[in-house]
């Protein structure tokens, strides 16, 4: 048995028809049922001129069929009563051999066959109009939903947004570039010119190879980190406990909202904890979530939770980029929670307060390529401490 990977694509007939022929003539011939994930499996035989045709499914084709994804008992029969036997099917076309040379042609008809390359066409531009569709408002729901790919490649890496939008793009160009395949095999046909049996198809087998490579190499990049981001998540993976933090944080924190004895009230790693991380497009970022209590010399106590998100972008477009898409995406969040806030002057590029979807007051302030979102929610019976106070400092911190 010998396995091979073909060197043109499903809906390229005229060359799977004569890449077949050759290996017959070389002793291989094509197995029954083969094209198992795309790959053919070639049995020994005798060097033989054996004729290869393909037929467009005039269905879609399946193996969840009830006949596998078989033309149909019928269609089988009546074909092998002309001489050419049913082997296989890969993608939406079946494949029939014929190993006597006087037997007919399978398709004597150009316009015949046109007319059944035109209903393959107009199928896969529905499956293909279909998916875009699915993949656009499947974007928009994300969109809506407060998702955002500039905060996802600020906070995972540009790699995977670009994976995530170049895979689909990718599986959309390949449906195009089919349709116009078949666009120009079906005007072939309707002009009369019957198809080429014994085309070249060793020219173009290293770039269809090299691009069917490359993107299972990107699928599998896309997996890897997906995988990855998912992980992280699960096993707190880059997340450091506050107490034993020992780098310079370029803002301030709660022991900067006021003075005295500074008592942390939740030590637990999943919401109590500080991350640093860099990519492509940030020179650094900072997540830090703290919950603590001030005990203030007059017996006071400021007692809540300081959640940081703090990017020192790599340029400051991408600054404007951050903050603006995070004051979109929870805006989108929040929805009716939403409400904005009359924020101070801090003499900074930018500064936006609100109350998020948990009510909670929140604040987006840029500074030249500096972009930091806070929230702050205070607990406890004491007096609690202004928004225009609080966000003044970590105004005042940034660098």
Avoid at 62 to 79: C, T
Wanted: proline fraction near 4%.
């Amino acid at each position: 048995m010998l396995w091979r990977l073909p060197p043109c694509p499903a809906y390229d007939v005229e060359g799977t028809e004569s890449w077949l022929t050759d290996m017959a003539a070389q002793g291989w011939m094509l197995e029954k049922g083969s094209f198992l994930l795309g790959v053919a499996s070639f049995e020994k035989a005798k060097p033989a001129a054996v004729r290869y045709r393909l037929e467009a499914a005039p269905k879609h084709a399946s193996d969840w069929d009830d006949n596998g994804g078989s033309p149909g008992f019928e269609a089988v029969e009546m074909n092998a009563d002309s001489g050419w036997e049913f082997v296989a099917r890969r993608g939406q076309f079946y494949i029939y051999r014929s190993e006597t040379g006087n037997s007919l042609e399978l398709h004597t008809d150009p316009q015949v066959q046109a007319l059944a390359i035109k209903t393959l066409q107009r199928r896969q531009i529905g499956n293909l109009c279909t998916t875009m569709s699915w993949g656009i408002i499947h974007s928009l729901l994300y969109f809506w939903k407060g998702f955002s790919l500039v905060l996802a490649a600020a906070d995972e890496g540009p790699s995977i947004v670009l994976l995530t939008v170049l895979i689909p793009l990718w599986m959309a160009g390949s449906g195009i570039v089919q349709v116009v395949h078949l666009q120009k095999l079906k005007k072939k046909l309707k002009e009369g010119i019957p198809l080429d049996h014994r085309k070249g198809w060793r020219k173009g087998q290293s770039r269809f190879y090299g691009i069917r490579l490359l993107r299972i190499l990107l699928i599998a990049l896309w997996v890897v980190l997906v995988f990855h981001m998912w992980d992280k998540d699960i096993t707190n993976f880059g997340k450091q406990e506050r107490a034993d933090y020992q780098g310079a944080l370029p803002f301030a924190t709660m022991s900067d909202f006021a003075e005295g004895v500074y008592e942390p009230t939740w030590r637990d790693l999943r919401y109590d904890y500080v991350m640093e991380w860099n990519n492509a497009i940030l020179n650094r970022g900072i997540r830090w979530y703290e919950h603590a209590a001030v005990h203030c010399p007059d017996g006071s106590v400021l007692q809540g939770g300081l959640h940081v998100v703090y990017y020192d972008a790599a340029s400051g477009w991408m600054a404007k980029a951050l903050a603006f898409e995070y004051l979109r995406a929870e805006r989108a969040r929040a929805r009716e929670n939403y409400e904005p806030l009359k924020c101070p002057d801090f003499g900074l590029d930018e500064a936006v307060a609100y109350r998020n979807e948990f009510h909670f007051p929140c604040v987006i302030l840029r500074k030249g390529n500096i972009v930091l979102h806070a929230m702050f929610f205070q607990t406890g019976s004491g007096e609690e401490l202004p928004l225009a106070e609080w966000a003044g400092i970590l105004a005042a911190s940034l660098a």
